[in-house]
T-cell receptor, first 112, second 117 residues
Framework: AQSVTQLGSHVSVSEGALVLLRCNYS??????LFWYVQYPNQGLQLLLK??????LVKGINGFEAEFKKSETSFHLTKPSAHMSDAAEYFC??????????FGPGTRLSVLP | GAVVSQHPSWVICKSGTSVKIECRSL??????MFWYRQFPKQSLMLMAT?????????EQGVEKDKFLINHASLTLSTLTVTSAHPEDSSFYIC?????????????FGPGTRLTVL
Protein backbone atom coordinates (compact mmCIF):
# COMPACT_ATOMS: atom_id res chain seq x y z
CA ALA A 1 0.00 0.00 0.00
CA GLN A 2 1.09 3.52 -0.66
CA SER A 3 0.51 6.65 1.37
CA VAL A 4 1.59 10.27 1.42
CA THR A 5 1.86 12.73 4.27
CA GLN A 6 2.43 16.44 3.93
CA LEU A 7 3.58 18.11 7.09
CA GLY A 8 1.84 21.42 7.53
CA SER A 9 -1.57 22.07 6.03
CA HIS A 10 -0.70 25.76 5.77
CA VAL A 11 2.70 27.34 5.26
CA SER A 12 3.32 31.09 5.20
CA VAL A 13 6.48 32.69 3.91
CA SER A 14 7.52 36.21 3.11
CA GLU A 15 8.08 37.24 -0.47
CA GLY A 16 11.68 36.45 -1.36
CA ALA A 17 12.08 33.85 1.38
CA LEU A 18 12.81 30.17 0.95
CA VAL A 19 9.85 27.89 0.30
CA LEU A 20 9.97 24.40 1.81
CA LEU A 21 6.98 22.09 1.51
CA ARG A 22 7.39 18.67 3.03
CA CYS A 23 6.28 15.35 1.61
CA ASN A 24 6.91 11.88 3.00
CA TYR A 25 5.70 8.71 1.39
CA SER A 26 5.47 5.01 1.91
CA UNK A 27 5.48 2.56 -0.95
CA UNK A 28 5.98 -1.16 -1.36
CA UNK A 29 7.38 -0.68 -4.86
CA UNK A 30 9.91 1.79 -6.25
CA UNK A 31 7.88 4.94 -6.37
CA UNK A 32 7.16 7.61 -8.87
CA LEU A 33 6.67 10.89 -7.03
CA PHE A 34 4.95 14.04 -8.19
CA TRP A 35 4.28 17.57 -7.07
CA TYR A 36 1.25 19.39 -8.42
CA VAL A 37 0.05 22.94 -7.84
CA GLN A 38 -3.59 24.01 -7.78
CA TYR A 39 -4.78 27.58 -8.04
CA PRO A 40 -8.32 28.43 -6.86
CA ASN A 41 -11.07 26.88 -8.96
CA GLN A 42 -8.58 25.28 -11.31
CA GLY A 43 -7.24 21.83 -12.01
CA LEU A 44 -3.81 20.53 -11.05
CA GLN A 45 -0.67 21.57 -12.87
CA LEU A 46 2.36 19.31 -12.83
CA LEU A 47 5.33 21.02 -11.21
CA LEU A 48 7.83 18.19 -11.35
CA LYS A 49 8.19 14.44 -11.04
CA UNK A 50 10.70 11.84 -9.89
CA UNK A 51 10.81 8.72 -12.00
CA UNK A 52 13.97 6.93 -10.80
CA UNK A 53 16.46 9.02 -12.73
CA UNK A 54 18.24 11.94 -11.04
CA UNK A 55 17.34 12.34 -7.38
CA LEU A 56 17.31 16.14 -7.63
CA VAL A 57 14.49 17.12 -9.91
CA LYS A 58 13.98 20.58 -11.32
CA GLY A 59 10.52 21.72 -12.29
CA ILE A 60 8.69 24.71 -13.57
CA ASN A 61 8.53 28.14 -11.94
CA GLY A 62 11.87 27.67 -10.16
CA PHE A 63 10.77 24.75 -7.99
CA GLU A 64 12.85 21.69 -7.33
CA ALA A 65 12.57 18.58 -5.18
CA GLU A 66 15.01 16.00 -3.92
CA PHE A 67 14.19 12.32 -3.61
CA LYS A 68 15.75 10.85 -0.48
CA LYS A 69 15.11 7.15 -0.27
CA SER A 70 16.60 6.77 3.20
CA GLU A 71 14.21 9.38 4.54
CA THR A 72 11.29 8.40 2.25
CA SER A 73 10.95 12.08 1.47
CA PHE A 74 10.39 14.25 -1.56
CA HIS A 75 10.36 17.81 -0.24
CA LEU A 76 9.62 20.72 -2.56
CA THR A 77 11.74 23.87 -2.42
CA LYS A 78 12.10 27.22 -4.10
CA PRO A 79 14.87 29.64 -3.16
CA SER A 80 12.80 32.80 -3.36
CA ALA A 81 9.04 32.95 -3.01
CA HIS A 82 6.95 35.09 -5.32
CA MET A 83 3.45 36.32 -4.70
CA SER A 84 2.24 34.23 -7.62
CA ASP A 85 3.37 31.06 -5.82
CA ALA A 86 0.45 31.31 -3.41
CA ALA A 87 -1.62 28.19 -4.10
CA GLU A 88 -2.38 24.68 -2.89
CA TYR A 89 0.36 22.12 -3.40
CA PHE A 90 -0.18 18.37 -3.59
CA CYS A 91 2.37 15.59 -3.40
CA UNK A 92 1.44 12.26 -4.98
CA UNK A 93 2.96 8.79 -5.22
CA UNK A 94 2.40 5.98 -7.66
CA UNK A 95 4.36 3.10 -9.11
CA UNK A 96 4.11 0.32 -11.64
CA UNK A 97 0.83 1.53 -13.05
CA UNK A 98 -0.84 1.94 -9.72
CA UNK A 99 -3.27 4.76 -9.15
CA UNK A 100 -2.08 7.97 -7.62
CA UNK A 101 -2.24 8.46 -3.90
CA PHE A 102 -2.40 12.14 -3.07
CA GLY A 103 -1.32 13.84 0.09
CA PRO A 104 -3.76 16.12 1.90
CA GLY A 105 -2.23 19.24 0.39
CA THR A 106 -0.38 22.25 1.74
CA ARG A 107 -1.67 25.75 1.25
CA LEU A 108 1.16 28.20 0.63
CA SER A 109 0.64 31.83 1.49
CA VAL A 110 3.17 34.45 0.45
CA LEU A 111 3.25 37.61 2.52
CA PRO A 112 4.39 40.92 1.04
CA GLY B 1 1.90 19.51 -24.77
CA ALA B 2 -0.21 17.16 -22.61
CA VAL B 3 -3.27 19.36 -22.40
CA VAL B 4 -6.53 18.11 -20.95
CA SER B 5 -9.76 20.03 -21.31
CA GLN B 6 -13.05 19.73 -19.48
CA HIS B 7 -16.45 20.98 -20.47
CA PRO B 8 -18.36 22.66 -18.99
CA SER B 9 -16.27 24.53 -16.45
CA TRP B 10 -19.36 25.52 -14.46
CA VAL B 11 -22.80 23.96 -14.39
CA ILE B 12 -25.87 24.65 -12.29
CA CYS B 13 -28.76 22.24 -12.47
CA LYS B 14 -31.98 21.42 -10.69
CA SER B 15 -32.27 18.46 -8.37
CA GLY B 16 -33.26 15.30 -10.23
CA THR B 17 -31.70 16.22 -13.55
CA SER B 18 -28.64 14.63 -15.13
CA VAL B 19 -25.42 16.40 -16.02
CA LYS B 20 -22.73 15.26 -18.42
CA ILE B 21 -19.11 16.38 -18.08
CA GLU B 22 -16.62 15.84 -20.90
CA CYS B 23 -12.91 15.27 -20.52
CA ARG B 24 -10.67 15.44 -23.57
CA SER B 25 -6.97 14.93 -24.10
CA LEU B 26 -6.18 17.52 -26.76
CA UNK B 27 -2.72 16.63 -27.97
CA UNK B 28 -2.13 13.06 -26.89
CA UNK B 29 -3.86 9.73 -26.72
CA UNK B 30 -4.88 8.56 -23.28
CA UNK B 31 -4.97 4.90 -22.37
CA UNK B 32 -6.50 5.66 -19.04
CA MET B 33 -8.58 8.50 -17.71
CA PHE B 34 -9.41 9.19 -14.11
CA TRP B 35 -12.25 11.02 -12.45
CA TYR B 36 -11.75 12.75 -9.13
CA ARG B 37 -13.98 14.66 -6.80
CA GLN B 38 -12.70 17.45 -4.60
CA PHE B 39 -14.50 19.03 -1.66
CA PRO B 40 -13.53 22.53 -0.48
CA LYS B 41 -10.12 22.70 1.13
CA GLN B 42 -9.61 18.95 0.72
CA SER B 43 -7.47 16.69 -1.40
CA LEU B 44 -8.65 14.82 -4.46
CA MET B 45 -10.74 11.70 -4.05
CA LEU B 46 -10.49 9.17 -6.85
CA MET B 47 -13.93 8.13 -8.04
CA ALA B 48 -13.16 5.86 -10.94
CA THR B 49 -10.63 4.77 -13.52
CA UNK B 50 -11.60 4.23 -17.12
CA UNK B 51 -9.78 2.58 -19.97
CA UNK B 52 -10.79 3.13 -23.56
CA UNK B 53 -13.34 0.59 -24.69
CA UNK B 54 -13.87 -1.10 -21.36
CA UNK B 55 -15.98 -0.61 -18.27
CA UNK B 56 -14.82 1.82 -15.66
CA UNK B 57 -13.44 0.64 -12.34
CA UNK B 58 -15.11 2.43 -9.46
CA GLU B 59 -13.59 3.07 -6.08
CA GLN B 60 -15.27 1.69 -3.02
CA GLY B 61 -18.26 3.74 -1.99
CA VAL B 62 -18.82 5.34 -5.38
CA GLU B 63 -22.21 4.51 -6.90
CA LYS B 64 -21.63 3.29 -10.43
CA ASP B 65 -25.29 3.76 -11.35
CA LYS B 66 -25.17 7.36 -10.27
CA PHE B 67 -21.86 8.31 -11.79
CA LEU B 68 -21.84 6.87 -15.30
CA ILE B 69 -18.51 6.88 -17.05
CA ASN B 70 -17.96 6.32 -20.74
CA HIS B 71 -14.54 6.20 -22.38
CA ALA B 72 -15.44 5.90 -26.02
CA SER B 73 -12.13 6.90 -27.56
CA LEU B 74 -8.50 7.47 -26.69
CA THR B 75 -9.17 11.20 -26.32
CA LEU B 76 -12.60 11.42 -24.71
CA SER B 77 -14.17 10.30 -21.45
CA THR B 78 -17.48 11.46 -20.06
CA LEU B 79 -18.91 11.48 -16.56
CA THR B 80 -22.68 11.68 -16.23
CA VAL B 81 -24.13 12.48 -12.84
CA THR B 82 -27.61 10.97 -12.96
CA SER B 83 -30.52 12.27 -10.91
CA ALA B 84 -28.29 14.85 -9.28
CA HIS B 85 -28.97 16.01 -5.74
CA PRO B 86 -27.50 18.88 -3.72
CA GLU B 87 -25.04 16.55 -2.02
CA ASP B 88 -23.52 15.87 -5.45
CA SER B 89 -22.44 19.49 -5.65
CA SER B 90 -18.67 19.45 -5.87
CA PHE B 91 -15.61 20.14 -8.01
CA TYR B 92 -15.01 17.30 -10.45
CA ILE B 93 -11.59 16.92 -12.04
CA CYS B 94 -10.49 14.49 -14.70
CA UNK B 95 -7.00 13.42 -15.59
CA UNK B 96 -5.43 11.39 -18.35
CA UNK B 97 -2.44 9.13 -18.59
CA UNK B 98 -0.74 9.18 -21.95
CA UNK B 99 -0.46 6.12 -24.15
CA UNK B 100 3.24 6.76 -24.65
CA UNK B 101 3.96 7.62 -21.01
CA UNK B 102 5.70 4.99 -18.93
CA UNK B 103 5.99 6.95 -15.71
CA UNK B 104 2.36 7.03 -14.57
CA UNK B 105 2.19 10.79 -15.03
CA UNK B 106 -1.34 12.11 -14.99
CA UNK B 107 -2.30 15.34 -16.71
CA PHE B 108 -5.26 17.12 -15.20
CA GLY B 109 -8.13 19.03 -16.65
CA PRO B 110 -9.20 22.42 -15.27
CA GLY B 111 -12.13 20.96 -13.37
CA THR B 112 -15.91 21.35 -13.47
CA ARG B 113 -17.83 23.05 -10.69
CA LEU B 114 -21.23 21.38 -10.28
CA THR B 115 -23.93 23.06 -8.23
CA VAL B 116 -27.20 21.24 -7.74
CA LEU B 117 -30.09 23.36 -6.53
Amino acid sequence: AQSVTQLGSHVSVSEGALVLLRCNYSSSVPPYLFWYVQYPNQGLQLLLKYTSAATLVKGINGFEAEFKKSETSFHLTKPSAHMSDAAEYFCAVSGYGQNFVFGPGTRLSVLP
Amino acid sequence: GAVVSQHPSWVICKSGTSVKIECRSLDFQATTMFWYRQFPKQSLMLMATSNEGSKATYEQGVEKDKFLINHASLTLSTLTVTSAHPEDSSFYICSARALAEVTDTQYFGPGTRLTVL
